[in-house]
């Protein structure tokens, strides 16, 4: 059912980071006193931060009206919101029918080892996060992975290592 | 003499194998050695296998050439555009002038491909550039709707026409949608809604993002019709968020209809016609596929499904009157309008007319998107069209509606696509994926793989969908475990027709279906799993050994150096061996094996 994330949220107070609530002042002005406003403003805030801080959550319902709960009932239900900070790139591997009967499971197991972190979690350094998605919607080119918003297809489990390393590379070159 | 127009083909699946880059690297090349050529960008044309797609007008013909690369493009440049010479090596297809536009394929499999197909709803795609709505009006786009303009026809007689044409909703379900649109038609309101259901939540499928890339306007030139018909006066496109680049065509292709009036106040002077469409982009939520849980979710609620009725077209979106479609069912009515319902009702069989799209994937040598009339066989669209399977192996089942679809096994290969014969399996038509599986594809855990899925996306609505789904998966998993008992099997199929009997929606009726399919057909592999605690397909991990043999292992090491945990062992020059307790049957050493000395059982 959906509502793995809401039980994941230890780190609370870690995420008391220097959040600039004004920098969402916009996405309110502009989606206040608009009908079935609440998902495009919640897609708004976690564009802005990149996961849709409780600072957030609060200022959102003063301002526009909206119950907290509501807030978070939309939030948890979503695949697409995120509650905490994910890391700076954002590894989907796709586990839809083609890349399951493709070994989309040695990909996410391969990744895993090499980023020494379970499914869906953070590194360390918060460079990555490794996540599983439905579908990407590339299965002629299964197995596939999308990492910030670019597709990889064709994959094997050497091949998205491979990927990984070099992302590594141009961030520790910089 | 006429610029060389040059044409690279971006949908996702192109771009995803390097597309961007065949356009980019044209781009640079044609400027630093002043080409005089016109490049331009057209979407998916359904040949994924080959992708990326390069396409060549010149003043002899047409030439399409596939599996573009860095180097290739940069023949290509040499050869044909600067010495009009074409590159025979990379050559698809072409078409020259001097041969009356005759299209020649190099290679047989292609043409099969290509040929077999017959495209309503690809009309346009890969035809066009898709961000120009100018490319959509000269192969008689928005015709039909200027049709219905200047001939009078009325809001009623819309609706006859595609009832008569019998198109039957392309989202799965197959209800007729002339009859929908009677319904939404017969209810008086001052605001009525239209929405386009483009949340392809399937895992496994991908028609409709590439409609919407390579053809947005034929979706909202179908949703206009739509809305003249039941008189709406607001339409809606809910489309995934994980569909970036569909979402940015829609919107764009939305300016320029806006520009041009057929969007806005009077629409083509129809009196009165005011109508436009804005875009919702989803959250990424399998149920909002559900109608009623979409409309909660287009009023920003959680995507939950409620009971019916009052149906949509009574009580939908904000209360009001609302028709929902889908993205292809949309893209096929301004073909049916301009052509006439006769004209529709030719491609099919009796109870299912037009065609269908699907997405073929899986192990399959041609993957791409295929449109094909319907009655066309199972077998000619994976052995014909598809090319049959990858590397040699063994065909095992087809894959058909996704999660809430089912397997269809060899024999019944000759099954006709249709909603009626393929209802009869057990599996349902569904949107159009479609999974081609080999010997290697283990059957319990595909039905795992999809109870994992239904379960993740049950809203938790309903107790057997929630529960239900969930303790059927905690059984599949201990099966593909080697736990499995002597009764399981019994146990599935009594949740399984409860969860059908009991749920609310569509999402937990048909949640079952991956595992009744896969009892029914394949039953001797869940007994395998079970009793002798084997996985025939050789796919679950915990019921598989690798092991060397001694006879044939030559000592290259090559295994050892490989294995990601250091689990085997041996001299230079001599046989190695594998300690069981370490393995973690990743199969490394068996793909890396030259002397196939890895037995695997």
């Given at each position: 059912m959906r509502i793995k994330r809401t039980n994941t949220s230890k780190n609370k107070t870690k995420n008391h980071l220097k959040v600039d609530l004004k920098l969402i002042d916009p996405i309110i002005s502009k989606y206040k006193n608009k009908k079935g406003n609440l998902i495009p403003i919640l897609q708004g805030v976690q564009t802005t931060y990149g996961f849709i801080p409780h600072e957030a959550f609060i200022k959102l319902s003063d301002e526009i009206g909206l119950k907290l709960n509501d807030l978070y009932g939309v939030a948890?239900?979503?695949?697409?919101?995120?509650?905490?900070?994910?890391?700076?790139h954002i590894i989907k591997v796709c586990h839809g029918t083609a890349c399951h009967v493709q070994n989309s499971d040695g990909i996410t197991d391969a990744l895993k080892e090499e980023l020494k972190i379970n499914d869906g979690e953070t590194t360390k350094d918060n460079l990555f996060t490794l996540e599983s998605v439905a579908c990407l919607g590339c299965c002629s080119l299964a197995p596939v992975m999308m990492i910030d918003g670019e597709t990889y297809g064709k994959l094997d489990n050497a091949k998205a290592v491979k990927i990984i390393r070099e992302i590594k590379k141009t961030e520790f070159r910089v | 003499m006429e610029n060389i127009k040059v044409i690279v083909g971006l949908g996702s699946c192109g771009i995803a194998t390097g597309a961007n880059k065949v356009y980019n690297l044209i781009k640079d090349i044609k400027q630093r050695d002043k080409l005089n050529i016109d490049l331009g960008k057209t979407s998916c044309v359904g040949m994924c296998y080959?992708?990326?797609?390069?396409?060549?007008?010149?003043?002899?013909?047409?030439?399409?050439?596939?599996?573009?690369?860095?180097?290739?493009v940069n023949d290509i440049i040499e050869n044909h555009i600067k010495n009009n010479n074409p590159v025979n090596d990379y050559l698809i297809s072409?078409?020259?002038?001097?041969?009356?536009?005759?299209?020649?394929?190099?290679?047989?499999?292609?043409?099969?491909?290509?040929?077999?197909?017959?495209?309503?709803?690809?009309?346009?795609?890969?035809?066009?550039?898709?961000e120009s709505i100018a490319d959509y009006e000269s192969r008689q786009g928005y015709q039909s709707i200027k049709k219905i303009a200047h001939e009078k026809i009325s809001s009623a007689s819309v609706v006859k026409t595609i009832m008569d044409s019998g198109l039957r909703g392309r989202g799965g379900g197959g209800f007729p949608t002339g009859l929908k649109w009677k319904f939404a038609a017969n209810k008086k309101s001052d605001e009525k809604y239209i929405i386009?259901?483009?949340?392809?939540?399937?895992?496994?499928?991908?028609?409709?993002?590439?409609?919407?890339?390579?053809?947005?306007?034929?979706?909202?030139?179908g949703m206009i019709i739509g809305a003249y018909a039941i008189e709406a006066t607001h339409g809606v496109i809910y489309c995934r968020a994980e569909y970036p680049l569909a979402i940015k065509r829609l919107n764009i292709a939305l300016t320029q209809a806006r520009k041009k009036a057929y969007l806005g106040k009077n629409i083509i002077?129809?009196?009165?016609?005011?109508?436009?469409?804005?875009?919702?982009?989803?959250?990424?939520?399998?149920?909002?596929?559900?109608?009623?849980?979409?409309?909660?979710?287009?009023?920003?609620?959680?995507?939950?499904?409620?009971?019916?009725?009052?149906?949509?077209?009574?009580?939908?979106?904000?209360?009001?009157?609302?028709?929902?479609?889908?993205?292809?069912?949309?893209?096929?009515?301004?073909?049916?309008?301009?052509?006439?319902?006769?004209?529709?009702?030719?491609f099919g069989t009796e109870k299912s007319k037009g065609t269908k799209v699907f997405a073929l994937a899986g192990k399959v040598k041609h993957s791409g998107l295929v449109e094909v009339p319907m009655g066309i066989t199972l077998r000619d669209i994976i052995f014909k069209i598809g090319g049959g399977i990858k590397d040699g192996k063994k065909f095992k089942a087809v894959q058909l509606g996704g999660p809430s679809g089912g397997c269809i096994p060899e024999h019944l290969l000759d099954t006709i696509v249709d909603y009626d014969s393929i209802n009869s399996t057990g599996a349902i038509m569904g949107s159009g994926g479609m999974i081609v599986m080999d010997e290697t594809t283990c059957m319990v855990d595909l039905a795992r793989f999809f109870l994992d899925f239904v379960q993740k996306?049950?809203?938790?609505?309903?107790?057997?969908?929630?529960?239900?789904?969930?303790?059927?998966?905690?059984?599949?998993?201990?099966?593909?475990?080697?736990?499995?008992?002597?009764?399981?099997?019994?146990?599935?199929?009594?949740?399984?027709?409860?969860?059908?009997?009991?749920?609310?929606?569509?999402?937990?009726?048909?949640?079952?279906?991956?595992?009744?399919?896969?009892?029914?057909?394949?039953?001797?592999?869940y007994e395998a799993h079970i009793k002798k605690k084997r996985c025939p397909a050789?796919?679950?991990?915990?019921?598989?050994?690798?092991?060397?043999?001694?006879?044939?292992?030559?000592?290259?090491?090559?295994?050892?150096?490989?294995?990601?945990?250091?689990?085997?062992?041996?001299?230079?020059?001599?046989?190695?061996?594998?300690?069981?307790n370490n393995c973690i049957k990743c199969g490394v050493c068996y793909s890396k094996c030259k002397f196939n000395a890895i037995k695997l059982y």
């Open positions: 948890t239900f979503y695949a697409q919101f995120r509650l905490h900070p994910g890391g700076k | 080959n992708e990326p797609l390069v396409e060549i007008f010149d003043k002899t013909g047409y030439y399409l050439y596939g599996n573009i690369d860095e180097t290739t072409y078409k020259l002038i001097s041969d009356n536009n005759k299209i020649k394929f190099f290679k047989e499999e292609d043409k099969t491909f290509s040929l077999s197909q017959h495209k309503i709803v690809l009309r346009n795609c890969g035809y066009i550039n898709p386009c259901n483009a949340d392809e939540g399937d895992p496994g499928a991908f028609m409709d993002r590439s409609v919407l890339e390579g053809d947005p306007h034929s979706v909202i030139e002077s129809i009196k009165g016609f005011n109508f436009d469409i804005i875009v919702k982009e989803g959250a990424g939520a399998f149920v909002c596929g559900e109608e009623t849980a979409l409309i909660a979710s287009v009023e920003g609620k959680r995507g939950m499904p409620r009971k019916r009725p009052p149906f949509p077209a009574e009580a939908g979106l904000w209360n009001k009157p609302t028709n929902i479609n889908n993205v292809e069912t949309f893209a096929n009515v301004p073909w049916i309008i301009l052509n006439g319902s006769e004209e529709f009702t030719k996306e049950s809203c938790g609505k309903c107790t057997f969908c929630r529960i239900g789904t969930k303790r059927m998966l905690e059984i599949l998993t201990r099966i593909t475990q080697g736990e499995g008992e002597e009764g399981d099997i019994e146990k599935l199929e009594e949740l399984s027709y409860q969860i059908k009997d009991n749920s609310l929606c569509g999402l937990g009726q048909t949640a079952p279906n991956p595992v009744l399919t896969t009892i029914k057909y394949f039953r001797d592999e050789k796919s679950c991990k915990k019921l598989i050994t690798y092991e060397v043999d001694p006879e044939k292992c030559t000592g290259c090491t090559v295994c050892a150096i490989n294995c990601p945990v250091d689990a085997i062992s041996g001299e230079r020059k001599k046989p190695h061996l594998i300690d069981q």
